[in-house]
């Protein structure tokens, strides 16, 4: 099936710095790509919505300026924690829609990235 | 209108039985009720899928049960086991192939006891 890849799969931080996270489709284009966040034995969180070539569509009380998000290619889209801190630690996900011809347009999930701020 | 209710919370099945997962929903535009399957530190995984045309499909062990008119819709898990454990979500959206994401359900921890 289709691989959506996450780098980096975890990561620690100080606080005060910035941490970037890929999210790639291996074998598919996505126009779309969303990014979630999960705290430990909770559902998933949607952040923002991620189009390829135009800005991020952020959900309600995400900090758009904290949570950078770039979609520059059909493959590719990133994720900036700026200036992290300790409550930014969490598990971050993201996933891509396949589209295009013959695509069935279902959601893949990266194997998430998992950030520490210390 | 959102919202998928999920239930129940945590769930334990011996080994050989069936797990059962409960999902129910408001919104009569959702179209697509996908079911995902996620292991402690791994992003979570498609299950199976269902659009509410059918009432029922199967896929090896696992089966989604829809009723339209309840608007409610489960996962059955038969002979379930231990590699099983793990948290299953329910989520819904408007339309398949569109940009709208999905809305989860809080999720299910299953657990498979021998």
């Known amino acids: 099936g289709a691989v959506v890849s996450q780098h980096p799969s975890w990561v620690i931080c100080k606080s005060g710095t910035s941490v970037k996270i890929e999210c790639r489709s291996l074998?598919?284009?996505?126009?779309?790509m969303f990014w979630y966040r999960q705290f430990p034995k909770q559902s998933l969180m949607l952040m923002a919505t991620?189009?390829?070539?135009?800005?991020?569509?952020?959900e309600q009380g995400v900090e758009k300026d904290k949570f950078l998000i770039n979609h520059a290619s059909l493959t590719l889209s990133t994720l900036t924690v700026t200036s992290a801190h300790p409550e930014d630690s969490s598990f971050y996900i993201c996933?891509?829609?396949?589209?295009?011809?013959?695509?069935?347009?279902?959601?893949?999930f990266g194997e998430g990235s998992r950030l520490t701020v210390l | 209108q959102q919202q998928v209710k999920q239930s129940p919370q945590s769930l334990i099945v011996q080994k050989g039985g069936i797990s059962i997962i409960n999902c129910a929903y408001e919104?009569?535009?959702?179209?697509?009720f996908p079911w995902y399957q996620q292991f402690p530190g791994k992003g979570p995984a498609l299950l199976i899928a269902?659009?509410?045309?059918?009432s029922e499909k199967k896929e090896g062990r696992f089966t989604i049960s829809f009723n339209k008119s309840a608007k409610q819709f489960s996962l059955h898990i038969m002979d379930s086991q231990p590699g099983d454990s793990a948290t299953y979500f329910c989520?819904?959206?408007?339309?398949?192939?569109?940009?709208?994401?999905?809305?989860f359900g809080k999720g299910t921890r299953l657990s498979v006891i021998a």
């Open positions: 996933s891509a829609r396949a589209t295009g011809r013959g695509s069935t347009g279902e959601l893949f």
């Open positions: 074998d598919f284009q996505a126009t779309t």
């Open positions: 991620s189009n390829e070539g135009s800005k991020a569509t952020y």
């Open positions: 919104n009569t535009a959702f179209d697509y």
């Open positions: 269902i659009r509410p045309d059918v």
């Open positions: 989520a819904a959206r408007p339309d398949r192939a569109g940009n709208t994401p999905l809305v």
